[in-house]
């Protein structure tokens, strides 16, 4: 099992108890990553985990332990499309360069460029 499968298999299918038996979803089982994808499919649940699983799983030395806790403790969840905060690539268009290189040439930084513009449109036509 990929780290995915395992993830799966904790949160929504709940079906394989015994999962955590084969040594190749040992190795993919990371406990932060259940908790970060909880957190993102729920913030009630990202409560649950933070104040019950933090605070017990240190108990457990070995992953095998931890992944029973998680299958027992947390509850079966329907599955859902998990929707990331992605970081939006600015394109900067020729009047941004524009104003660029006027900031830099006259020592003043764009955005102080930019409320003089928007104080001459508004009050100086």
Same mark, same amino acid.
Request: charged residues 25%; contains cysteine.
């Given at each position: ?45 990202? +409560?649950? +985990? ?46 941004? !360069?524009?104003? !660029? ?6 020592? +003043?930084? +764009? ?15």
């Amino acid at each position: 099992m990929n780290m995915f499968q395992t993830i799966n298999a904790l949160l929504f299918s709940k079906k394989d108890e015994f999962a955590c038996e084969d040594y190749e979803t040992l190795q993919a089982f990371q406990p932060f990553m259940v908790n970060r994808w909880s957190s993102f499919y729920n913030k009630d649940i990202a +409560v649950l +985990v933070n104040s019950t699983f933090n605070k017990y799983s240190q108990i457990f030395d070995d992953k095998s332990r931890t992944f029973r806790m998680y299958h027992h403790l947390m509850p079966k969840l329907g599955f859902k499309r998990i929707q990331y905060a992605k970081k939006t690539k600015i394109e900067k268009t020729t009047e941004v !360069e524009h104003l !660029e290189l006027f900031a830099s040439h006259n020592c +003043v930084s +764009v955005r102080e460029l930019k409320d003089s513009i928007a104080f001459y449109n508004q009050y100086c036509k």
